[in-house]
Every structure is written in structure tokens, then in C-alpha cells.
T-cell receptor, first 118, second 110 residues
Framework: DVKVTQSSRYLVKRTGEKVFLECVQDMDHENMFWYRQDPGLGLRLIYFSYDVKMKEKGDIPEGYSVSREKKERFSLILESASTNQTSMYLC?????????????????FGEGSWLTVV | KQEVTQIPAALSVPEGENLVLNCSFTDSAIYNLQWFRQDPGKGLTSLLLIQSSQREQTSGRLNASLDKSSGRSTLYIAASQPGDSATYLCAVKGSYIPTFGRGTSLIVHP
């Protein structure tokens, strides 16, 4: 089975700290995504990557950056954490459309990282 | 821009009922549609994936249908159980990026 692992489930950080959220997938997926999820706002895309060293801004990239040095790892970076970045962060991965795959390009999610910025 | 709407936003039913969750989308040019379940404080778990060429998919007590031309999908849950209580989200994929609905929060009470 595909596994998407988010290394930190719960974090508490101070305002102004640099925060790294790590995500690793074990199925050689090209596409990886970072979302944040807030009550009443649903899932909002922060960044996505369709290949190593490639990244594209999503709907809410301000205050965030990402790194994809290896295919299996996609990191979300908060350069200077602020209280309005307190949220649940979800990482996901999928194969590129058109790739032969019995799962038909299913999107797989990690368990989520709860970040509190104080 | 693709928009995905899920109705109802919340649903509370007694155990044993058959129920239908709805997902509608504005752009019918999609590759697939996926239904997820999310338990409180957890990530999303994939339930069913329907390719654009398919009409439905079944897994146990779950059946998902897709009518691409009308921009609609339904998730049918048979004989609901308290363990089915969760938020159910649908996502449509027309390119690299899936578009998610805001989910239907389901409570099944004993």
C-alpha cells in the first residue's frame, strides 16, 4: 500500500520561528501537494510539485516555501511563523495523469500535522 | 475555474438508514473523481475512485456514481453504522491539481 508519512503530528512553535514540515511518500509518485485545512474553509492548496526541483504556487502560497530535492520528499517551510498559520497541514501525493497504474491516479494523504504558533 | 459543492454540509441519521451524499462540479472536463473519508484530527482516507469513463464504483456498503455530463456524483452508504460517522469529501481531478469540496459531516447515532 502507498504510504505518505508526515514526520511531525503535533508541533508548537513561537512567532518568528522557522518551521519545517516534512513529507515522504514511498510509491515513486511524481506529484506531491501541501494543503492546509481550517474549519469552514476546507482544504486550500499551498504549493504543489510535479517533479524533483519543480514547484508551483497554489492558492495561498504567501508566507510559505517548499523544497523538493528528492522525488520521495516534499518539505513545507514557514520562514517566519505567525499565529495565523496555526492550522492542520496535509501532505498528499499522486502519480502523473496518464501513468499506468491500477489505482488510477488515486490521491493519497498523510495523517496531517497540527501546527500551533504562539 | 473548477468549483466543487457538497450537499448537505451536515447530516445526522439513525443507525441502519441508507443515505446519499451529493457532490457537484462545474467543469465536466475531468479525469476522475475521488471520495474520501476524514475522521476528526486525521488525514483523508481514500474510499473510491471513479475514472471519467466509468459510471460507478462499489466497495462493500459504499457505492459511488458519476454523471460527468451533468457534473454530479453521489456516494451511497447502505445500512449506516455509528462507525461511519466522519466527514466525507469529494475531489475532482482535471489536471495535476485536484479540487475538493468542503465535505459533508455525517453523524450516525445508535
Amino acid at each position: 500500500d502507498v504510504k505518505v508519512t508526515q514526520s511531525s503530528r503535533y508541533l508548537v512553535k513561537r512567532t518568528g520561528e522557522k518551521v519545517f514540515l516534512e513529507c515522504v511518500q514511498d510509491m515513486d509518485h511524481e506529484n506531491m501537494f501541501w494543503y492546509r485545512q481550517d474549519p469552514g474553509l476546507g482544504l486550500r492548496l499551498i504549493y504543489f510539485s510535479y517533479d524533483v526541483k519543480m514547484k508551483e504556487k497554489g492558492d495561498i502560497p504567501e508566507g510559505y516555501s517548499v523544497s523538493r530535492e528528492k522525488k520521495e520528499r516534499f518539505s513545507l517551510i514557514l520562514e517566519s511563523a505567525s499565529t495565523n498559520q496555526t492550522s492542520m497541514y496535509l501532505c498528499a501525493s499522486s502519480l502523473t495523469r496518464g501513468s499506468p497504474d491500477r489505482s488510477g491516479n488515486t490521491i493519497y494523504f498523510g495523517e496531517g500535522s497540527w501546527l500551533t504558533v504562539v | 475555474k473548477q468549483e466543487v459543492t457538497q450537499i448537505p454540509a451536515a447530516l445526522s441519521v439513525p443507525e441502519g438508514e441508507n443515505l446519499v451524499l451529493n457532490c457537484s462540479f462545474t467543469d465536466s472536463a475531468i479525469y476522475n473523481l475521488q471520495w474520501f473519508r476524514q475522521d476528526p484530527g486525521k488525514g483523508l482516507t481514500s474510499l473510491l475512485l471513479i475514472q471519467s469513463s466509468q459510471r460507478e464504483q462499489t466497495s462493500g456498503r459504499l457505492n459511488a456514481s458519476l454523471d460527468k455530463s451533468s457534473g454530479r456524483s453521489t456516494l451511497y452508504i447502505a445500512a449506516s453504522q455509528p462507525g461511519d460517522s466522519a466527514t466525507y469529501l469529494c475531489a475532482v481531478k482535471g489536471s495535476y491539481i485536484p479540487t475538493f469540496g468542503r465535505g459533508t459531516s455525517l453523524i450516525v447515532h445508535p
